[in-house]
Nanobody
């Protein structure tokens, strides 16, 4: 009921920049939080950055000062600006949307419906 589509990955040299975009669509009543996670080969999926509905942001320590997350509530979209990229940033990046969808037959009631995108590859290499 919620579709999440990412774009913007690719190959970049160390020290370069990339901007990831993510848009959520469907029968969405509201979105509590949106974020980016990443998963390198053989490793678990970890949170990179998250932005709440009130604009509060959270970052994993390794990306603080280099990555910036932003959100466009009108477009149900979230962006990740990645600067000064390092080889250790290489991973598949996943967009996460903690949406709420209307309950059928109800008036104003909704339930949580967390959703993931399909992932986009980011490779940092010379």
């Amino acid at each position: 009921q919620v579709q999440v589509v990412e774009s913007g990955g690719g190959l970049v040299q160390p020290g370069g920049s990339l901007r990831l975009s993510c848009a959520a669509s469907g029968n969405i009543a509201s979105i509590t939080s949106m974020g980016w996670y990443r998963q390198a080969p053989g490793k678990q999926r970890d949170m990179v950055a998250e932005v709440m509905s009130d604009g509060t942001t959270y970052y994993d320590e390794p990306v603080k000062g280099r990555f910036s997350i932003s959100r466009d509530n009108a477009k149900n979209s979230v962006y990740l600006q990645m600067n000064n990229l390092k080889p250790e940033d290489t991973a598949v990046y996943f967009c996460y949307v903690d949406a709420r969808i209307p309950l059928p037959g109800s008036s104003g009631k909704s339930r949580s419906f967390p959703s993931w995108g399909q992932g986009t590859q980011v490779t940092v290499s010379s």
